[in-house]
């Protein structure tokens, strides 16, 4: 279950819906997953404060 939950919220950190989660049960589905999974977080608007892991510029 904890797995679960880490992808599910690692997809929405990439900005996509967590019943992608689903394309791992298809042969070879978990290479794309893999692939959501390494994709650069996206920032949009937060609606408590703001990202704890911002780089600073």
Do not use: A, C, N, Q
């Not at 679960?4 to 791992?24: A, M």
């Not at 049960?25 to 911002?54: A, C, N, Q």
């Amino acid at each position: 279950m904890g797995l679960l939950g880490f992808t599910i919220r690692r997809l929405h950190d990439t900005d996509h819906t967590g019943w992608w989660y689903w394309i791992s049960v298809i042969p070879f589905g978990y290479l794309f997953l893999l692939y959501f999974m390494v994709l650069p977080t996206v920032e949009k608007p937060v609606r408590w404060g703001s990202y704890l892991f911002k780089e600073k510029k």
